[in-house]
């Protein structure tokens, strides 16, 4: 039997962090074209409504590029429409040329829509429809309070929506409304017509093009992959159809297996272009800086697969016992090169203008040396700025072990 190809975990890392977009360094104007080009090589970017310090997909972007800030992608999203916003694992903002594939998206999940929601939500949102889509044709863009004015509120969750509000997310999933742009972090609905521009809006593919463009696509993003992290990645395919593509790929060259090396030596039978060693050899040393990462940042979005190519066991919250106190989404991970050096607790104030350290935790055998430190200052600079806030504040014992 042939030995298969194996990628070590040196050069897995490297590729993997050329592939998720951290391992040049973080200059370029963050706007226009340049943030387009960057959404583009992720595939989207991930929203999210934690704002501890700025959204998750602001922080993503600011990793990428030092001088991004906040408008800066809306401006690509709702002026440019270089981008639109729809469902991968969860609300994205995705890159305006892949709108085509998306629509198979749509038709898959209409019907599985209905019928959950039909049990989920309140009765009566199919009634709805029509009546939501006709205020927006006559009165343009709107937003859930401003549908469904006669109907009871509540102070429930997104469960518990009343029937138009439920009307407009199922039509957006559908494909008949488009989000047109945000206030805050309140969705504005349109019509799909007129917030798609005509050319990706009248563009079509078969479903077999798009299987075959989602795998595709997904392997060069990650570098390496198994048919379910190809299936994960953008949630258009399922398993057992990127299964088939993968055995398909295989069988004509376009793909090979590997050996891929783990942080402990462990090897995984995983996926990859043929030139993948090579690619992975050429690829750059990430540079030294420490960048802060959002916990929703596309290099961490797989757990699992993170964890397994770096070492760390990283979570999203964190108890300490003396505090009493569980720490969530106030947690960001702290990369420096290669390396998650720690995680950090802190929160903009925005009444005050100020940027507040709360806690540091070091990973283990992580010294923080008067070189670090300065790095790490660096780094709290520049989300200070991407926050807004005028100055940085740290608790007395911040530095954890």
């Known amino acids: 039997m042939a030995t298969l190809p194996r990628l070590t975990n040196r050069d897995a890392r490297r590729l993997f962090l050329l592939r998720h977009g951290l391992s040049g360094p973080q200059s370029g104007s963050g706007k226009g074209p340049d943030l387009a080009r960057v959404v583009d090589d992720l595939g989207f970017v991930q929203l999210d409504s934690i704002n501890t310090v700025a959204r998750a997909h602001h922080m993503i972007l600011h990793a990428r590029r030092q001088s991004y800030r906040q408008p800066n992608l809306d401006r690509i999203y709702t002026q440019d429409r270089a981008a639109f916003e729809h469902w991968t694992h969860d609300a994205s903002v995705i890159s305006m040329p892949f709108f085509k594939h998306w629509r198979h998206k749509m038709m898959r999940n209409t019907e599985k829509l209905r019928q959950q929601w039909k049990s989920w939500r309140r009765p009566g949102f199919e009634e709805k429809a029509e009546e939501v889509l006709r205020q927006i044709a006559d009165h343009g863009p709107c937003c859930s309070s401003d549908v469904g004015k006669d109907e009871e509120r509540s102070s429930g969750g997104w469960w518990d929506w009343h029937p138009s509000k439920t009307a407009l997310e199922y039509l957006w999933r559908k494909g008949e409304l488009s989000v047109c742009h ?29 299987l075959d463009w989602a795998c595709d696509a997904a392997l060069d993003r990650l570098g390496f992959a198994t048919s379910t992290e190809l299936a994960n990645f953008w949630d258009l395919t399922t398993k057992a159809e990127a299964k088939t593509w993968c055995a398909e790929a295989l069988r004509t060259g376009r793909i090979i297996e590997i050996e891929l090396e783990g942080h402990d030596g462990q090897l995984r039978p995983s996926f990859a272009r043929p030139d993948v060693l090579d690619t992975a050899l050429q690829a750059p040393e990430p540079p030294g800086a420490v960048r802060i990462l959002s916990p929703f940042d596309p290099a961490l979005r797989d757990r699992i697969r993170a964890e397994r190519l770096f070492g760390f066991d990283y979570r999203i919250e964190i108890f300490v016992p003396e505090a009493k106190r569980t720490y969530g989404y106030y947690v960001f991970p702290v990369m420096e090169g290669a390396k998650l050096i720690g995680r950090i607790d802190m929160k903009c104030h925005s009444k005050t203008d100020i940027l507040h350290v709360r806690a540091f935790w070091p990973e283990t055998g992580v010294k923080l040396g008067d070189a670090r430190m300065k790095r790490l200052q660096t780094a709290l600079e520049r989300t200070s700025r991407l926050a807004g806030a005028k100055d940085i504040t740290f608790e007395q014992d911040w530095k954890r072990t």
Do not use: Q, S
């Open 182 to 210: 945000r206030k805050g972090f309140r969705k504005y609905y349109d019509l799909t017509e007129k917030v798609i521009p005509p050319e990706h809006l009248n563009a079509r593919t078969h479903l077999e093009e798009t």
